[in-house]
C-alpha cells in the first residue's frame, strides 16, 4: 500500500498472509478496505484509517478473486 499525505509516503507490505489472486479495495469510512482470498479458499477483509487492523475470516468459501460493492 502507497499512503498519500502532503505526498506519497513510500509502499509499504499489509501486514498478514498470502493470496493468490489480486485483492479488493474500496474507500470505506473515510479509509480503506481490503478483502483477499487465501490459498485455502478463505475470504478475509481488513480495513485501514491510519493502521491496520487485524484480518478478520468471513463466512463461506470462493475460488475467484473477491469484490466489494458499495452499499446503496
Keep these: 500500500m502507497n499512503t498519500y499525505f502532503n505526498g506519497?509516503?513510500?509502499?509499504?507490505q499489509v501486514p498478514?498472509?498470502?493470496t493468490d489472486v489480486g485483492p479488493a479495495?474500496?474507500?470505506y469510512d473515510g479509509g480503506l478496505?481490503?478483502?483477499?482470498k487465501d490459498a485455502g479458499l478463505?475470504?478475509?477483509y481488513n480495513t485501514y484509517n491510519g493502521?491496520?487492523?487485524e484480518w478478520t475470516l468471513i463466512d463461506g468459501l470462493?475460488?475467484?478473486q473477491?469484490?466489494?460493492t458499495p452499499s446503496q
Design 66 to 68: 473477491p469484490e466489494l
Design 25 to 27: 479495495v474500496m474507500a
Design 16 to 18: 498478514g498472509g498470502l
Design 33 to 36: 478496505m481490503l478483502v483477499v
Design 62 to 64: 470462493t475460488n475467484t
Design 8 to 12: 506519497w509516503q513510500g509502499w509499504q
Design 51 to 53: 493502521s491496520w487492523r
Design 42 to 44: 478463505g475470504i478475509w
